[in-house]
């Protein structure tokens, strides 16, 4: 098991950046393929970038391309979301998630990832 937390969440005006880190600890992070989720109140808890372990493939929600992009160190444990050109709509808690995906696996489904961080708060004002 790995035990993960992110951090980079506040509140930001629209058209402003944010990154978002999830530092990994107590796993081999470079086994996992590595996931960023947000729920917005009332709201599913959605996918929104995903990366293998070695961070030679990315993905992105359709919402997010072009606006954000994932990264990992595997050297220090960390994926980050470095979140650009921020909408109202963004406004979300971000969950960064690990899983042991194969290929094939839908990287957009949650089942497949078995552990989560607590949250962080993107807010993002008009």
């Known amino acids: 098991q790995v035990q993960l937390v992110e951090s980079g969440g506040r509140l930001v005006q629209a058209g402003g950046s944010l990154r978002l880190s999830c530092a990994a600890s107590g796993g081999t992070f470079s086994w996992y393929f590595m996931g960023w989720f947000r729920q917005a109140p009332g709201k599913e808890r959605e996918f929104v970038a995903g990366i293998s372990s070695s961070g030679g493939n990315t993905y992105y929600a359709d919402s997010v391309k072009g606006r954000f992009t994932i990264s990992r160190d595997n050297a220090k444990n960390t994926v980050y979301l470095q979140m650009n050109s921020l909408k109202p709509e963004d406004t979300a808690a971000f969950y960064c998630?690990?899983?042991?995906?194969?290929?094939?696996?839908?990287?957009?489904?949650?089942?497949?990832?078995?552990?989560w961080g607590q949250g962080t708060q993107v807010t993002v004002s008009s």
């Open positions: 998630a690990a899983g042991l995906l194969t290929l094939g696996m839908r990287v957009e489904e949650s089942r497949r990832y078995a552990n």
